[in-house]
């Protein structure tokens, strides 16, 4: 595996198997986008035939890639780029964290949840992150061990394999752990983050090591960096399997790592060897001729983003397009009243009911459009009670930092994969052993347990728990067969990323990657969020006319799609990052 450098024609001059003698998979040739108007060069859609890949790193593509060429399958080349994922952007994902995986099947039409979430340790209680009766400021409660729960990525990805796998378990590992021990070039977005995160992330003396040159400046942009520890721990379940991981000495090493913080953390080799992962049944709903799937709860995001589509389908949005005041104005309030439900009552359902069936009903969907008024914002919006719960439910304060990763791939055989993965902030907890960042996913939690009045929140901590996502993999179906599959990172804002290019694929009939390039805007209950430096933003007036309190601000989405139509696939990867789709 040779050392790829950043340069500008990734799949002319670097990818797509050319080194193997094989032809070029299609390229991403830039052109401006006119309907994003986003103030990004944007790349145009790249098509395919057979299989395509789609993520946020080139080389993690390219691994995907080799494995698809290899006669993979969906989920094998899901597993090999994830792997690298997590050593060419580690601030995003890893094998420290977890994740959700949607898998359709396409010799059986069945759907399936691969749920990898984290869980918070044996020894957690609810007032983890509460100080004096207060809940700790975010930056106190995020970068320490209180916040690591139990990794769950590779208990996740093993057992998709072990359902779903075509190729040896053990190929799988190959290019991460020759990108490992050759070494990559770090990639200007990398460089950037490590900058930013200089103060928090050098103060762990392991991470410092890696990430930091011995004058303590990040490595700069090119800097081969080599990851022998990492690509030891791969080895390591290339060949034994997830146990390697979740029992003997890198347990131990994981747990000693938490446990010696200066705020140490109580997960435990317990914890570790009795994590399973979890196959769930996908929550699906209606908008318009097409039929939306998702993971359901402990996500939040495929309902979130359900429930805005069942309200947005009451509204003309297909009429009003892109560009139009009244479409930000309603894709808002539909955000309104879907964060105002998820912060009530959305948690592990091991623990919580989730009335999901009730958030998603028609006529409750039609009695919370029928809350939007046409000139007018609502402001902040109340949850509904569509299942008799809000007397005894108390709001979730918990907050969602946008450090995710996203991978989307169709093999030759027509089975699909949408996967979402995390380490939570940029970095995770910042707790760095043999190679690989630990999560800080408990901060999931909502930071206080209860309200004033004693009502508990659904999604506190508790032992053994999976803290509530936003993680939204989705895919698409119309006419019984898939059509679209599609997620993005972006902590909370995720449900807003994933409704935006949804409406902008099947009620704007823009191609994938122009409707993952329109400028990103939307509600989280506060105020309406334009992208910064977009088209968007000459909207604000006409907004704070109607009653919206406005804000332009950076919206880092990394949305990754692929639409299957008529025999053919067209992939995007999002602009703002430095993303790739490959296929042929």
Same mark, same amino acid.
């Given at each position: 595996?040779?050392?790829?450098?950043?340069?500008?024609?990734?799949?002319?001059?670097?990818?797509?198997?050319?080194?193997?003698?094989?032809?070029?998979?299609?390229?991403?040739?830039?052109?401006?986008?006119?309907?994003?108007?986003?103030?990004?060069?944007?790349?145009?859609?790249?098509?395919?035939?057979?299989?395509?890949?789609?993520?946020?790193?080139?080389?993690?593509?390219?691994?995907?890639?080799?494995?698809?060429?290899?006669?993979?399958?969906?989920?094998?080349?899901?597993?090999?780029?994830?792997?690298?994922?997590?050593?060419?952007?580690?601030?995003?994902?890893?094998?420290?964290?977890?994740?959700?995986?949607?898998?359709?099947?396409?010799?059986?039409?069945?759907?399936?949840?691969?749920?990898?979430?984290?869980?918070?340790?044996?020894?957690?209680?609810?007032?983890?992150?509460?100080?004096?009766?207060?809940?700790?400021?975010?930056?106190?409660?995020?970068?320490?061990?209180?916040?690591?729960?139990?990794?769950?990525?590779?208990?996740?990805?093993?057992?998709?394999?072990?359902?779903?796998?075509?190729?040896?378990?053990?190929?799988?590992?190959?290019?991460?752990?020759?990108?490992?021990?050759?070494?990559?070039?770090?990639?200007?977005?990398?460089?950037?983050?490590?900058?930013?995160?200089?103060?928090?992330?050098?103060?762990?003396?392991?991470?410092?090591?890696?990430?930091?040159?011995?004058?303590?400046?990040?490595?700069?942009?090119?800097?081969?960096?080599?990851?022998?520890?990492?690509?030891?721990?791969?080895?390591?379940?290339?060949?034994?399997?997830?146990?390697?991981?979740?029992?003997?000495?890198?347990?131990?090493?994981? %747990?000693? *790592? $938490?446990?010696?913080? #200066?705020?140490? !953390?109580? =997960?435990?080799? &317990? @914890?570790?060897?009795? +994590?399973? /992962?979890?196959?769930?049944?996908?929550?699906?709903?209606?908008?318009?001729?097409?039929?939306?799937?998702?993971?359901?709860?402990?996500?939040?995001?495929?309902?979130?983003?359900?429930?805005?589509?069942?309200?947005?389908?009451?509204?003309?949005?297909?009429?009003?397009?892109?560009?139009? %005041?009244? *479409? $930000?104005?309603?894709? #808002?309030?539909? !955000?309104? =009243?879907?964060? &105002? @439900?998820?912060?009530? +009552?959305? /948690?592990?359902?091991?623990?919580?009911?989730?009335?999901?069936?009730?958030?998603?009903?028609?006529?409750?969907?039609?009695?919370?459009?029928?809350?939007?008024?046409?000139?007018?914002?609502?402001?902040?919006?109340?949850?509904?009670?569509?299942?008799?719960?809000?007397?005894?439910?108390?709001?979730?304060?918990?907050?969602?930092?946008?450090?995710?990763?996203?991978?989307?791939? &169709? @093999?030759?055989?027509?089975?699909?994969?949408?996967?979402?993965?995390?380490?939570?902030?940029?970095?995770?907890?910042?707790?760095?052993?043999?190679?690989?960042?630990?999560?800080?996913?408990?901060?999931?939690?909502?930071?206080?347990?209860?309200?004033?009045?004693?009502?508990?929140?659904?999604?506190?901590?508790?032992?053994?728990?999976?803290?509530?996502?936003?993680?939204?993999?989705?895919?698409?179906?119309?006419?019984?067969?898939?059509?679209?599959?599609?997620?993005?990172?972006?902590?909370?804002?995720?449900?807003?990323?994933?409704?935006?290019?949804?409406?902008?694929?099947?009620?704007?009939?823009?191609?994938?990657?122009?409707?993952?390039?329109?400028?990103?805007?939307?509600?989280?209950?506060?105020?309406?969020?334009?992208?910064?430096?977009?088209?968007?933003?000459?909207?604000?007036?006409?907004?704070?006319?109607?009653?919206?309190?406005?804000?332009?601000?950076?919206?880092?989405?990394?949305?990754?799609?692929?639409?299957?139509?008529?025999?053919?696939?067209?992939?995007?990867?999002?602009?703002?990052?430095?993303?790739?789709?490959?296929?042929?």
């Amino acid at each position: 595996m040779r050392v790829l450098r950043w340069a500008g024609a990734w799949c002319a001059a670097l990818l797509c198997g050319a080194a193997a003698g094989q032809p070029a998979a299609p390229a991403a040739h830039e052109s401006l986008n006119p309907e994003a108007a986003s103030g990004y060069v944007a790349k145009q859609a790249v098509t395919a035939r057979r299989f395509m890949v789609a993520t946020a790193n080139p080389l993690a593509s390219e691994a995907g890639y080799r494995i698809l060429r290899e006669g993979g399958s969906a989920v094998d080349a899901a597993i090999a780029a994830q792997l690298v994922l997590g050593l060419t952007e580690p601030q995003s994902s890893g094998i420290g964290g977890g994740g959700f995986m949607l898998h359709y099947a396409a010799g059986t039409h069945e759907l399936r949840v691969y749920d990898a979430r984290e869980t918070a340790p044996a020894a957690a209680r609810p007032d983890r992150f509460m100080r004096d009766g207060k809940p700790l400021p975010f930056r106190q409660a995020v970068n320490n061990g209180m916040s690591v729960g139990t990794p769950g990525l590779l208990r996740g990805l093993e057992l998709a394999h072990r359902q779903q796998g075509r190729l040896p378990w053990r190929s799988l590992f190959e290019p991460a752990i020759a990108l490992a021990t050759q070494g990559f070039e770090v990639s200007p977005r990398l460089h950037a983050l490590l900058a930013d995160a200089r103060a928090e992330l050098a103060a762990q003396p392991a991470a410092a090591r890696y990430f930091y040159a011995p004058d303590g400046q990040p490595w700069p942009v090119g800097h081969v960096l080599k990851n022998p520890d990492y690509a030891q721990v791969l080895r390591r379940v290339a060949d034994k399997g997830a146990d390697a991981f979740y029992h003997g000495d890198i347990a131990h090493d994981i %747990v000693a *790592a $938490v446990r010696a913080h #200066a705020v140490p !953390g109580d =997960l435990s080799v &317990a @914890d570790l060897a009795g +994590y399973r /992962a979890r196959v769930r049944d996908a929550v699906c709903a209606d908008y318009r001729a097409y039929r939306l799937c998702g993971p359901p709860p402990p996500s939040s995001g495929p309902l979130a983003v359900m429930q805005m589509l069942g309200i947005l389908q009451r509204f003309p949005m297909d009429k009003l397009g892109p560009q139009s %005041v009244e *479409a $930000v104005h309603y894709f #808002a309030e539909a !955000g309104r =009243l879907a964060f &105002a @439900d998820r912060g009530f +009552y959305v /948690a592990d359902p091991a623990f919580a009911d989730v009335p999901v069936a009730a958030m998603l009903q028609p006529a409750y969907l039609a009695r919370r459009a029928a809350l939007i008024r046409p000139d007018r914002s609502m402001g902040t919006a109340l949850p509904g009670d569509p299942a008799g719960l809000l007397v005894r439910r108390a709001r979730d304060d918990a907050l969602e930092v946008p450090s995710t990763s996203h991978v989307v791939v &169709a @093999d030759a055989q027509g089975n699909v994969v949408s996967m979402t993965n995390s380490i939570e902030s940029a970095f995770g907890s910042k707790i760095f052993v043999r190679g690989f960042l630990l999560n800080n996913e408990l901060t999931d939690f909502s930071l206080s347990f209860q309200d004033p009045e004693g009502r508990l929140v659904a999604n506190r901590v508790q032992p053994g728990k999976r803290p509530r996502s936003s993680m939204a993999p989705l895919i698409v179906f119309r006419d019984d067969k898939p059509y679209m599959a599609v997620g993005s990172p972006g902590g909370s804002a995720i449900i807003n990323y994933v409704a935006k290019t949804l409406v902008g694929v099947l009620d704007w009939n823009l191609d994938i990657q122009q409707a993952i390039a329109l400028p990103n805007m939307g509600s989280r209950n506060q105020a309406t969020e334009l992208e910064r430096g977009t088209a968007l933003e000459n909207m604000m007036p006409a907004l704070r006319g109607m009653g919206h309190e406005v804000k332009a601000v950076e919206f880092p989405s990394g949305i990754q799609g692929i639409v299957m139509q008529d025999g053919r696939l067209m992939g995007g990867a999002d602009p703002r990052r430095e993303g790739l789709v490959l296929g042929e």
